[in-house]
């Protein structure tokens, strides 16, 4: 069975840090462009953050830039979101997602976790 976990959502305090992780199974991300997603409420998807695999460009939204870092570990075949520095705005379900259909993350990527919930309030 293909599908990617995602685990260590949670509840932080503005200025604080999380890391998620996204573990894939029934398939290797080696190939796939791979990246995470969040929604928060009332609000559409966005992208966060992409690693291409084409050439392992990755790509930040600018709300994240300098804060948010993602990483992969192709061993364990995971992928890895760290967050610092984390806002109330960053508040959402944070979801890891894979694509071999294409070499960038797009809105529909072929493989989607369930998603995590990240709460950031004091």
């Known amino acids: 069975q293909l599908q990617l976990v995602e685990s260590g959502g949670g509840l932080v305090q503005p200025g604080g840090s999380l890391r998620l992780s996204c573990a894939a199974s029934g398939f290797t991300l080696d190939y796939h462009a791979i990246g995470w997603f969040r929604q928060a409420p009332g609000k559409e998807r966005e992208g966060v953050s992409c690693i291409s695999s084409s050439n392992g460009i990755i790509s930040y939204a600018d709300s994240v830039k300098g804060r948010f870092t993602i990483s992969r570990d192709k061993a364990k075949n995971t992928m890895y979101l760290q967050m610092n520095s984390l806002k109330p705005e960053d508040t959402a379900v944070y979801y890891c997602?894979?694509?071999?259909?294409?070499?960038?993350?797009?809105?529909?990527?072929?493989?989607w976790g369930k998603g995590t919930l990240v709460t950031v309030s004091s």
């Open positions: 997602a894979a694509r071999k259909s294409g070499y960038q993350c797009v809105d529909a990527m072929d493989y």
